[in-house]
């Protein structure tokens, strides 16, 4: 059995996984528990697991293989496998006009790397700073 429980999410799917240590390490059994989780729920929130990228890579070879973004541009030069959407140097994510003017830190309705020939089934996001505005991500 897995060391975390499973706690709802306001919406109707989805679920936060509480307690997990993934400092301390993911055994092969959590391992498979978190993606037989994210399966059958659809989305997995984990919170206070902190903004190291060797976490958020850690978590992340939890539900499959990993392999470096298409576009070198946006790839966190010591993680490959990571992208950084920013604009606290100046944009560095994709810019948008919604109509009221360029907007970055916001991608529409989209699917990741479906141009590919295997799209990828999932991302984990890692909120690193909350921007004082925006900063809403939405699943569909």
Not at 3 to 22: H, I, N, T, W
Not at 91 to 120: M, R, S
Not at 123 to 137: F, S
Request: net charge negative.
């Amino acid at each position: 059995m897995p060391s975390y429980p499973l706690k709802p999410l306001d919406a109707q799917f989805g679920r936060e996984v509480v307690g997990l240590d993934v400092a301390a390490g993911l055994d092969a059994e959590t391992a498979a528990a978190l993606k037989a989780d994210w399966l059958e729920h659809g989305i997995l929130v984990f919170r206070g697991i902190g903004t190291s990228p060797e976490i958020q890579l850690a978590l992340s070879r939890c539900f499959g293989e990993l392999e470096p973004h298409p576009i070198e541009l946006f790839r966190l030069p010591s993680h490959p496998e990571l992208i950084l959407l920013s604009n606290e140097n100046g944009p560095l994510a994709p810019i948008y006009d919604f109509g009221e003017g360029p907007v970055t830190q916001c991608i529409p309705w989209h699917t990741d790397l479906a141009f590919k020939t295997t799209p990828n089934a999932g991302a984990l996001l890692r909120m690193v700073r909350k921007p004082e505005q925006g900063g809403r991500t939405g699943w569909l």
